[in-house]
Every structure is written in C-alpha cells, then in structure tokens.
C-alpha cells in the first residue's frame, strides 16, 4: 500500500475510489465503508484509497496533547493493508483545513483531483464546524459516484470508536471484539522491570507501546502474543503492582506461557481477547503467586491448551 502525505492539489495520476473519514479504530462500520471502496475499484478497474486526515482533528481542534488512539498510524497502516486498500492520502489538518468551506474541501480534494468514487458513512461530516453532510456530497454526481454506508450497529447500539473505548475502560473485550471484527492489538517494544517477576516464577515480558494507544481498563487479561514472528498465549497485567509497592505509572506486563526467551528489545503484539479479574492487592507474595498460579489454569481453559 502506498503511503501519501500531502495536500491534493492537482489531478491524481490514475483514477481513484476514496473513503473518507478519521477511522480511528477501524471497526466493522469503517470496514463496510472501506470494502465498498476496495470492491468498486475492483469492479471499475481503479485504485482504492483511503482519505485521512492528520494530525487527529479532534486533537487539533481541542488542542489535546495526546489522542489516545484506537489504530495510530501504524496500526491503521497495518489493519488497511489488510483490507486491500492501495493509497492512504493524509491530509494535513491544519487551520486552513479546520477553516475550509464543506463546497470548497469537495472542490480541492474531490473534484480537482478527479477522484471518481467516494466512500462515506452515514453521519460523515466535513469542512468549517462540520457544516458539510452526505446529502452536499451528492449534488455533484456528474463529478463523483457516491456511496453511503447505512449505520451498523450491535444489538442496536452504533458501532463507533467512542462506544469502544468505553466498553475498553470498562474491560469489556466481548463487545470490544465484536465491534472492531478483532480482538484490540496493542503494540511496543519489550524494556526491563525490575526483574521481580523471573524470582517469583513468573517473568514477565514489559511493554513500552510505540504509539499513543488507548489503554485497556487495568487487570488481568488472557492474550494473544506474538513475538519475533511468532505465536504464544499469554496473561497480561494491566495496573501498578500493589502487591510490591504502588507504581504510579502503569504497566503493561504479560508472562508468556510455554516460553523462555530473553526478548529485550524484540517487538511484542498482544491481542486482547478476555478480560480474567481486577488487579488486587495480595497480602503477601505467596497469595499473589498462588492467584498467578491460577490465572495461568485459566488462561489454559481459555485457549483450550491441555492442562498441566
Ligand atoms: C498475569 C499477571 C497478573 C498480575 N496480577 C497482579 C495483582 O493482582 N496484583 C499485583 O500486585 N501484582 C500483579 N502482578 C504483577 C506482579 O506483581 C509483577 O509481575 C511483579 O511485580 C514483577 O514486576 P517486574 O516485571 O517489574 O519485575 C501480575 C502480573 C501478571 C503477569
Ligand atoms: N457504525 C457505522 N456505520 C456506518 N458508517 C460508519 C459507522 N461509524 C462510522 N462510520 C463512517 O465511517 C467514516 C469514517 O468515520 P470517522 O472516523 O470519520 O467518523 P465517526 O463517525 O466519528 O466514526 P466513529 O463513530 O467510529 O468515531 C464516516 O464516513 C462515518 O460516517
């Protein structure tokens, strides 16, 4: 997929189908938007792109230091190949976009550019305070066809990336899984702790993320891990380590089952598929490696790996 960072001024080389939006998260209503701009490029024979924006305008418009993002950018490069997407166009979103006339971003960005096709949803809003809605889109037909998604919901709640990352600080992955179409991924890099986890017989694999993620409520969830290319079932701690002494920052910690490896600064993905119990503050170390212990049986029964 081809990555393109800059403001569409000109007609583009080859004709193209565009989806348009934000999509943070990628969930299963920007998936319906985005497949039906892979599937009509394939049917007319033309390139599927993406149109994004950057930074986040919410971020830019509130002036937020950190998005907190579902899919940051790499993660929506990777979810997009996936899709079979071949252009991601970003554009700036600066004060001149923030300030840009619904008419005139469609007469720049669609209609200079000769974009052929476009991909919306059905609450899609765009230019100046969002004034522009799908209804302007469809005025200029002898431009662009125009496709609009329906809303898609489960069990009659929208799919949307604010509705996961509720259901995320409340640690409820079903829903979380559901209405991405897979499990939340984080991704980073493995740093040293302090080395307590190997004595207590539990070493630990801690995460620092690449991107600004949204972080899952804390406690303690069976993942999926993958390191160095390949796949592991895992128990991931979310939280401060109460036990030892309250670590005001939060850490992202998984032992790995099945596993002896040094990783230190080996890429780790994790896929969060259940969420197993609220980190707690054990007595004393015996309690917490006897409730490690058991996590461990669970995490087994879980996946459906032989007990041992
Ligand atoms: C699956 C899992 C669950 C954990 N649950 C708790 C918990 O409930 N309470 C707690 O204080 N620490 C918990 N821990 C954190 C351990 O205290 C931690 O692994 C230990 O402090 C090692 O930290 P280190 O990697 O910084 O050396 C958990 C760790 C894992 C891997
Ligand atoms: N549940 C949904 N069903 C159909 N289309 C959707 C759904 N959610 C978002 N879309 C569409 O996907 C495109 C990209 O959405 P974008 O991220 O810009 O905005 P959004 O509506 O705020 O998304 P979200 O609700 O997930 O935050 C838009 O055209 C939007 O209308």
Do not use: W
């Amino acid at each position: 997929m081809k990555v393109i960072e800059l403001n569409l001024t000109k007609k583009m080389d080859q004709p193209l189908a565009v989806a348009l939006g934000y999509f943070d998260g990628l969930h299963l209503g920007h998936q319906a938007v985005i497949k039906e701009v892979v599937d009509y490029a394939k049917k007319h024979q033309i390139r599927s792109a993406v149109m994004t924006f950057s930074p986040n305008p919410n971020q830019f418009l509130n002036k937020l230091n950190s998005p907190h993002l579902l899919t940051p950018h790499q993660e929506k490069i990777r979810v997009l190949k996936e899709l079979g997407v071949d252009e991601l166009i970003i554009l700036p979103f600066n004060e001149e976009l923030a300030k840009m006339r619904a008419t005139d971003f469609i007469q720049r960005y669609l209609i200079e550019p000769s974009i052929a096709h476009v991909s919306t949803g059905f609450d899609f809003r765009f230019g100046y305070r969002g004034e522009g809605e799908v209804t302007l889109l469809a005025n200029y037909s002898k431009h662009f066809s125009l496709n609009v998604t329906p809303k898609c919901e489960l069990n009659e709640e929208k799919i949307g990336a604010t509705e996961i990352k509720s259901y995320l600080a409340e640690g409820n992955l079903e829903k979380v899984t559901q209405m991405l179409g897979r499990p939340y991924r984080l991704r980073g890099v493995v740093v040293s702790g302090k080395q307590r986890g190997r004595q207590i017989g539990f070493p630990t694999a801690n995460l620092k993320l690449s991107e600004d993620y949204v972080i899952p409520k804390c406690g303690v969830y069976a993942v999926k891990v993958e390191v160095r290319g390949r796949h592991y079932v895992g128990m991931c701690n979310i939280g401060h380590n109460p036990t030892f002494n309250f670590n005001h920052q939060i850490c992202i910690e998984t032992y790995i089952l099945d596993f002896d490896a040094d990783i230190y600064g080996e890429e780790l993905i994790l896929d969060f598929c259940a969420y197993l119990r609220d980190e707690q503050r054990f007595s004393s170390i015996e309690k917490l490696m006897e409730q490690l212990a058991f996590d461990r049986q669970l995490v087994r029964s879980y996946f459906k790996l032989d007990l041992q």
